[in-house]
């Protein structure tokens, strides 16, 4: 099975804290969880913030809230990432856990992602599959097992358009 892997559970998990932490993730601060999905990116952060106190997971689909909402006591608001229902300016680190794919738009997904993050915030996107769009080919800072794993500063829609 040339070119494919499969984590074990306690890989995954690994994988998920390791790659917050390593970008950047620190207690005190404030993660939105983008496609929470049923918790597990936001469950790991949890383990670094030390709770899920500072902890918003945002999913479109109120089943995958529920499910997240069982595995930790993070502050659950549905939502698509290309409108974020919250202030200017409210978090210090966004994650998106290999929903990218499911993303309508990247510009109005990530104009929000900007607009949300407080100066100097972070967005981590972790995605195992090969991005089709040119935005998606962003050199990773590191690689474990073929799954990459990117931290860039938020840079407006309009900057990003300027390097193209």
Request: proline residues 5%.
């Amino acid at each position: 099975m040339t070119g494919s892997w499969i984590l074990g559970s306690s890989t995954a998990e690994a994988l998920r804290r390791w790659s917050q932490k390593r970008n950047g993730l620190r207690p005190g601060m404030q993660l939105l969880d983008v496609a929470c999905g049923t918790g597990l990116v936001a469950a790991e952060a949890a383990k670094i913030l030390g709770s899920a106190e500072t902890i918003t997971c945002l999913d479109p689909s109120e089943g995958m809230l529920a499910i997240a909402r069982k595995r930790l006591a993070a502050r659950f608001v549905p939502g698509r990432a290309e409108a974020l229902p919250f202030r200017e300016n409210s978090f210090d680190f966004l994650t998106m856990g290999y929903a990218l794919r499911h993303v309508v738009s990247f510009e109005e997904a990530f104009g929000e992602f900007h607009r949300v993050l407080r100066p100097g915030g972070k967005v981590l996107i972790l995605e195992v599959t090969k991005p089709s769009h040119r935005f998606g080919r962003i050199p990773s800072s590191d690689s474990i097992s073929g799954a990459s794993t990117a931290s860039h500063p938020v840079v407006s829609p309009e900057a990003a358009r300027q390097k193209t």
